[in-house]
T-cell receptor, first 115, second 112 residues
Framework: GAVVSQHPSRVICKSGTSVKIECRSL??????MFWYRQFPKQSLMLMAT?????????EQGVEKDKFLINHASLTLSTLTVTSAHPEDSSFYIC???????????FGDGTRLSIL | LAKTTQPISMDSYEGQEVNITCSHN???????ITWYQQFPSQGPRFIIQ???TKVTNEVASLFIPADRKSSTLSLPRVSLSDTAVYYC?????????????FGSGTRLSIRP
């Protein structure tokens, strides 16, 4: 089946640090990738939609200069949280979708903790 | 965007059949219905997807009535490991412009 790998699974770092999270589709080409954020006991909140070779589309309220998304190839998208602060601590999850009537497949998430 | 409504939580026992219903009154003609399962600290896992009538795979069945304004995920003979949050999503998955919004999900608890 379709596999999406997300790395790292856990990050703990100091306030002011920038953190990069990678999302890879291992056995299919992902035309579209999505980035979500999830707080404890809550549902997933869509942050942005990324299509290969074009700029990401951010949801309302998500700062594009804070959360930099790059989708340089059909198998890799990255999310960089710039100058992270404690309020950015959360569970970040990516998903990837092959073109056509295929469902999204999710990575296992990245737990980001900013001290 | 079609909005979905699910029960916040459900309880059942091992060996029982569990049916979780999702309402999506504003579903569009091109929208598919997809269900995901999520365990704590993991990404959602795809369960099943359908457009109309009935779809069955090795883990679940999905029932969709003719008007497509609701759908029911059926889990046969659940076990303790089926305790998780289940999300119903609708969207035009064939469109690169389509974005997929998660609802609140149903927290399913299975007891021995």
């Amino acid at each position: 089946g379709a596999v999406v790998s997300q790395h790292p699974s856990r990050v703990i770092c100091k306030s002011g640090t920038s953190v990069k999270i990678e999302c890879r589709s291992l056995d299919f080409q992902a035309t579209t990738m999505f980035w979500y954020r999830q707080f404890p006991k809550q549902s997933l909140m869509l942050m942005a939609t990324s299509n290969e070779g074009s700029k990401a589309t951010y949801e309302q309220g998500v700062e594009k200069d804070k959360f930099l998304i790059n989708h340089a190839s059909l198998t890799l998208s990255t999310l960089t949280v710039t100058s992270a602060h404690p309020e950015d601590s959360s569970f970040y999850i990516c998903s990837a979708r092959e073109s056509g009537d295929q469902p999204q497949h999710f990575g296992d998430g990245t737990r980001l903790s900013i001290l | 965007l079609a909005k979905t409504t699910q029960p916040i939580s459900m309880d059942s026992y091992e060996g029982q059949e569990v049916n979780i219903t999702c309402s999506h009154n504003n579903i569009a003609t091109n929208d598919y219905i997809t269900w995901y399962q999520q365990f704590p600290s993991q990404g959602p896992r795809f369960i099943i997807q359908g457009y109309k009538t009935k779809v069955t795979n090795e883990v679940a069945s999905l029932f969709i009535p003719a008007d497509r304004k609701s759908s029911t995920l059926s889990l046969p003979r659940v076990s303790l490991s089926d305790t998780a949050v289940y999300y119903c999503l609708v969207g035009d998955f064939d469109s690169s412009a389509s974005k997929i919004i998660f609802g609140s999900g149903t927290r399913l608890s299975i007891r021995p």
